[in-house]
């Protein structure tokens, strides 16, 4: 994966494990990589996340 990103694995090893958050233009990056559908994806996170959800 980090070869995908061309970044560090310690970066991708982060990701994964929860310990770095990622922003929005590195989910798209992410998603490209990954092959999935960007818009599904949303639709999953927003239909799981509760309507008075605070940040």
């Given at each position: 994966?980090?070869?995908?990103?061309?970044?560090?694995?310690?970066?991708?090893?982060?990701?994964?494990?929860?310990?770095?958050?990622?922003?929005?233009?590195?989910?798209?990056?992410?998603?490209?990589?990954?092959?999935?559908?960007?818009?599904e994806v949303?639709?999953?996170?927003?239909?799981?996340?509760?309507?008075?959800?605070?940040?």
């Open positions: 994966m980090a070869d995908r990103l061309d970044c560090h694995q310690s970066l991708v090893a982060r990701i994964e494990s929860g310990q770095r958050r990622i922003d929005v233009v590195e989910f798209i990056v992410l998603s490209r990589a990954l092959g999935f559908d960007l818009s949303l639709a999953i996170v927003e239909a799981a996340t509760e309507s008075d959800h605070k940040i």
